[in-house]
């Protein structure tokens, strides 16, 4: 399947601690992309990362990708409780179609 | 807001009822698409309209039906669904190479059918 699956399917961690998601996927992609769903709302466009990138950052985020392992991780430094929603990743193997996964439901405690 | 808006944001519908969801963006994107989301299942992608014309339905049931009038409106008009049709129905838009910016998300309409 094209879709990205994430791992693990939840999280609970302390504000101020590190959360690591990850994502697998079976196909050759052009691009991942990370969002982010607050509860029973729509998803936000977080990060997009190349196949042809490795690494990269936005503000507390870091994504990484491993192509040979097809494999993609996002880093949430420094946790906040306002980081708690649900993160998916998505892949896309052509212009506009993106397949998503069933998230990883991150909880950060206060 | 995102730019995207879905209405109604909730609808509860008789499995004989017609109803229909509407989507409206003016981010000036030219791609357009719904997704359904049920609990603790990946997102669903049911229909994708470029340049207001369908270029993938996802093997959708024929009692979903979409309409882009044009590259900024997108229905889905809903016709004797059954209860398991019940969830959260996402409008998504994006330039056509979803590289430049990624999908902007609606806030979704969550629809229950009895």
């Known amino acids: 399947s094209q879709q990205g699956e994430e791992d693990p399917q939840a999280l609970s961690i302390q504000e101020g601690e590190n959360a690591t998601m990850n994502c697998s996927y079976k196909?050759?992609?052009?691009?991942l992309q990370w969002y982010r769903q607050n509860s029973g709302r729509g998803l936000v466009h977080l990060i997009l990362i190349r196949s042809n990138e490795r690494e990269k950052h936005s503000g507390r985020l870091r994504v990484t990708l491993d192509t040979s392992k097809k494999s993609s991780s996002l880093l949430i430094t420094a946790s906040r409780a306002a980081d708690t929603a649900s993160y998916f990743c998505a892949t896309g193997i052509n212009n506009n179609d993106m397949r998503f996964g069933a998230g990883t439901r991150l909880t950060v405690k206060p | 807001e995102t730019g995207v808006t879905q209405t109604p944001r909730h609808l509860v519908m008789g499995m004989t009822n017609k109803k229909s969801l509407k989507c409206e963006q003016h981010?000036?994107?030219?791609?357009m698409y719904w997704y359904k989301q049920s609990a603790k299942k990946p997102l669903e992608l049911m229909f994708v309209y470029n340049f207001k014309e369908q270029t993938e339905n996802n093997s959708v049931p024929s009692r979903f039906s979409p309409e882009c009038p044009n590259s900024s409106h997108l229905f889905l008009h809903l016709h004797t669904l059954q209860p398991e049709d019940s969830a959260l129905y996402l409008c998504?838009?994006?330039?056509?190479?979803?590289?430049?910016?990624?999908?902007?998300f609606g806030s979704g309409t969550r629809l229950t059918v009895v």
């Open positions: 981010l000036g994107h030219n791609a």
């Open positions: 196909t050759s992609i052009n691009n």
């Open positions: 998504a838009s994006s330039r056509i190479s979803v590289e430049v910016s990624g999908y902007t």
